[in-house]
């Protein structure tokens, strides 16, 4: 394999790494311009003149997931329609229209929701064929992954290929309401206890308009205190998801959950997961986004 | 019965009414100051000097409900518990220290929640003891009530007394989504069938936080206006609320329930519950916030 430049290039930020001939990491770097944050016509610039140097690979071929591919981005990509495996997504991806060496963009993933309207993913899939190829025997059976984050994610493989997804927007949730709300809490210092409470009060996940109100009366009328109301929010919200997904998928609750995102995010979903007695593993976003992309790297050489 | 000034003093606003001595309202007005706009110690002066005054009733005993016996009101009166009918609340009127004719503030109400956090009301209270002056019949059995509004009640009733109720935050939800969260969406002329697509999304009330992310991919993926979107999650969160209140509150799904509210916002929960299959009746709030003020003063004098 030849060493090529990836690229997560998300919403808020754009994650860049050389990878080299042995596949390994050989830099790592954070830029801040992502799709909300740029003008049309902008990131074809920024990846030329600021990613490609900083990164010292002007001459690499690149391997681009995410937003980038949306109409936010730098040119629409069709979605791939599930069920979809790596080969199936190393077929579609798009070779943007760029002198000097191919830079090439993933396709998200489209598939059909539990209403009329279709559930989208733009990043998650590398994730997804990342985790399946850092260890083959996930490719057999059924597997339940959950990626944490603003939008959250929990998508059903089956034998190596994408079958459904769902969406939850627990992580917008969080912050509208605690910004612009009635339950205003400020982030505090993680609370666990109040974690824990929060979670017992998502109940099976039903009635959440409901429960949320709780953040306000176990202060206002209870005996807790303030600083506790983002932890708890916190508790109410990922108890509700963790609650809800499996229905909404159709998976068996025994099964295991491996969660893939950010560590200290994951925790909490452990957290949630664990108190409802379901089995859990948690695995590095980024790592397996580099996964990904290298073997949608070593997919697009084959091809 | 003597003539007297009734007040629902809320929030945002202040209705008032004349009642003469034959029951009947004689004026009504509203006023821009409700308690949230308020300084401390400002209500006094402004039902002195302008509700007093702009009603010409100088001279009238005043019964006051709602949030004006809260923290942010004028005198903070303490809650009554549930259970709680008409004789009891009765008693537990708070006679403001104020020279000339008396001002009684009618007691919000609180009661256990499912959590550990109690539930509370104020001003819904006078609206339920009025909607059971209204028809003796009212009075015998168990009786569903829900309140529409910014954070809509639940109210059972089991022969006259107010037993337990709890609270949706589902007017806040729709007003901070579509206004802060990525579901942005202008208020638009009603659409009735964006409102039914958002019923039929609400499944049993289960897994919220994703129910409403389809009210982007239904636009963005599929193939819905953008100029549905609020009717849509009008829909979502009251179809919601309408499938999760029986078993939070643990009331049969066949009993009819009685809405109690601002007749155009009734009108939704009305089509919410018919689609449901539900019996609905349809009563006025003002009339029941007038009507529960008019019996607390018939307590007040006979106490």
Same mark, same amino acid.
């Not at 990491?25 to 490609?52: I, K, N, T, W, Y």
């Not at 597997?143 to 929990?154: E, I, M, N, S, Y």
């Given at each position: %394999?030849?060493? #090529?430049?990836?690229?997560?290039?998300?919403?808020?930020?754009?994650?860049?790494?050389? $990878?080299?001939?042995?596949?390994?990491?050989?830099?790592?770097?954070?830029?801040? #311009?992502?799709?909300?944050? *740029?003008?049309?016509?902008?990131?074809?610039?920024?990846?030329?003149?600021?990613?490609?140097?900083? %990164? @010292?690979?002007?001459?690499?071929?690149?391997?681009?997931? @995410? %937003?980038?591919?949306?109409?936010?981005?730098?040119?629409?990509?069709?979605?791939?329609?599930?069920?979809?495996?790596?080969?199936?997504?190393?077929?579609?991806?798009?070779?943007?229209?760029?002198?000097?060496?191919? =830079?090439?963009?993933?396709?998200?993933?489209?598939?059909?929701?539990?209403?009329?309207?279709?559930?989208? %993913?733009? @990043? !998650?899939?590398?994730?997804?064929?990342?985790?399946?190829?850092?260890?083959?025997?996930?490719?057999?059976?059924?597997?339940?992954?959950?990626?944490?984050?603003?939008?959250?994610?929990?998508?059903? $493989?089956?034998?190596?290929?994408?079958?459904?997804? $769902?969406?939850?927007?627990?992580?917008?949730?969080?912050?509208?309401?605690?910004?612009?709300?009635?339950?205003?809490?400020?982030?505090?210092?993680?609370?666990?206890?109040?974690?824990?409470?929060?979670?017992?009060?998502?109940?099976?996940?039903?009635?959440?308009?409901?429960?949320? #109100?709780?953040?306000?009366?176990?202060?206002?009328? +209870?005996?807790?205190?303030?600083?506790?109301?983002?932890?708890?929010?916190? +508790?109410?919200?990922?108890?509700?998801?963790?609650?809800?997904?499996?229905?909404? *998928?159709? #998976? !068996?609750?025994?099964?295991?959950?491996?969660?893939?995102?950010?560590?200290?995010?994951?925790?909490?979903?452990?957290?949630? *997961?664990?108190?409802?007695?379901?089995?859990?593993?948690?695995?590095?976003?980024?790592?397996?986004?580099?996964?990904? *992309?290298?073997?949608?790297?070593?997919?697009? =050489?084959?091809?």
């Amino acid at each position: %394999m030849g060493p #090529f430049l990836a690229c997560d290039w998300g919403t808020t930020n754009l994650r860049a790494w050389v $990878v080299g001939e042995d596949g390994c990491v050989q830099a790592q770097r954070d830029f801040p #311009f992502g799709v909300s944050r *740029l003008q049309p016509g902008e990131a074809a610039l920024r990846f030329r003149h600021e990613v490609r140097r900083a %990164m @010292g690979a002007e001459q690499l071929p690149a391997m681009l997931c @995410g %937003m980038i591919g949306s109409t936010l981005g730098w040119v629409v990509v069709p979605y791939a329609e599930t069920p979809i495996d790596l080969p199936g997504l190393g077929r579609r991806l798009y070779r943007v229209a760029e002198s000097g060496p191919p =830079v090439l963009i993933v396709p998200g993933v489209r598939g059909p929701g539990y209403t009329a309207a279709p559930e989208v %993913m733009r @990043g !998650e899939e590398t994730q997804v064929l990342g985790w399946l190829a850092l260890d083959p025997a996930r490719s057999q059976g059924v597997r339940v992954l959950c990626h944490p984050g603003t939008h959250a994610k929990w998508v059903i $493989v089956e034998n190596g290929r994408i079958v459904r997804f $769902v969406t939850f927007m627990t992580g917008e949730l969080f912050d509208v309401l605690r910004k612009h709300s009635v339950l205003r809490a400020e982030e505090n210092p993680a609370d666990e206890a109040a974690f824990a409470e929060g979670l017992e009060a998502a109940g099976e996940g039903d009635a959440l308009s409901a429960r949320l #109100f709780t953040v306000r009366t176990r202060v206002v009328a +209870g005996d807790r205190r303030p600083e506790s109301s983002a932890s708890y929010l916190s +508790g109410l919200l990922i108890g509700s998801e963790t609650a809800g997904a499996p229905r909404l *998928l159709g #998976f !068996e609750r025994d099964l295991p959950v491996a969660l893939v995102g950010e560590p200290a995010l994951c925790r909490w979903y452990e957290l949630a *997961l664990r108190a409802r007695g379901r089995t859990v593993t948690v695995h590095d976003g980024d790592e397996a986004s580099v996964a990904g *992309l290298r073997a949608l790297h070593m997919e697009g =050489v084959r091809a």
